[in-house]
């Protein structure tokens, strides 16, 4: 079946302007996460939801950011104000929910870049 | 808090070589320690996996056990190739919600 879907692949826009990243689970996953990638460095946790509902935001890095879900299924990742520090690759994962825990199947991610 | 400490890369190895990646964690309970692997232009996988103390995890000839006593959770393979060149992650997750990941390790193996 189709796995995890992330756009756009690669984003550039200009310091200042607002970017909204999008991920589609894979369908049946109640769980989706997001994480940021910068480069040469280790996946940083953002914020994941349970559902619509996000029991974790303590990754996010400051109140540009944010993030929601609807119906379940589609999730956005909105970066406000965009600086030049908020390049990176983000990364979209999905899994089961339950007595856990399950495999998280990433997407390909969103290459942002802010010049 | 909860973290993972991996072996400081890059790693270059010669093809049929022996390869280990430490990794150690430090969790507060009992976590499912993961492998997960980024191959050059495609997105995370899960390599294996292991969900309590001494368990062991293999897949495509990688293997690695659960040791609660030294907190460990070392990656090996007998033989590498040069197929196997890519970026391992050691994570771990409690119970559901976010898995805390290693900074990651880049393994090249050359012909």
């Known amino acids: 079946g189709a796995g995890v879907s992330q756009s756009p692949s690669n984003k550039v826009t200009e310091k200042g302007k607002d970017v909204e990243l999008r991920c589609d689970p894979i369908?049946?996953?109640?769980?989706l996460y997001w994480y940021r990638q910068s480069l040469g460095q280790g996946l940083e946790f953002l914020i994941y939801?349970?559902?619509?509902?996000?029991p974790d935001k303590s990754g996010l890095p400051s109140d540009r950011f944010s993030a929601e879900r609807t119906g379940g299924s589609v999730s956005t990742l909105t970066i406000q104000r965009t600086q030049q520090e908020d390049s990176a690759v983000y990364l979209c994962?999905?899994?089961?929910w339950g007595a856990g825990p399950y495999e998280q199947y990433f997407g390909p991610g969103t290459r942002l870049t802010v010049t | 808090g909860n973290s993972v400490t991996q072996m400081e890369g890059p790693v270059t190895l010669s093809e049929e070589a022996f390869l280990t990646i430490n990794c150690t964690y430090t969790?507060?309970?009992?976590?499912?320690l993961f492998w997960y692997v980024q191959y050059p232009g495609e997105g995370l996988q899960l390599l294996l996996k292991a969900t309590k103390a001494d368990d062991k995890g293999s897949n495509k000839g990688f293997e690695a056990t659960y040791r609660k006593e030294t907190t460990s959770f070392h990656l090996e393979k007998g033989s590498v190739q040069v197929s196997d060149s890519a970026v391992y992650f050691c994570a771990l997750s409690l119970n559901a919600g976010k898995s805390t990941f290693g900074d990651g390790t880049t393994l090249t193996v050359k012909p």
């Open positions: 994962a999905s899994s089961l």
């Open positions: 369908s049946g996953h109640t769980a």
């Open positions: 939801f349970q559902g619509n509902s996000a």
């Open positions: 969790a507060t309970g009992y976590p499912s």
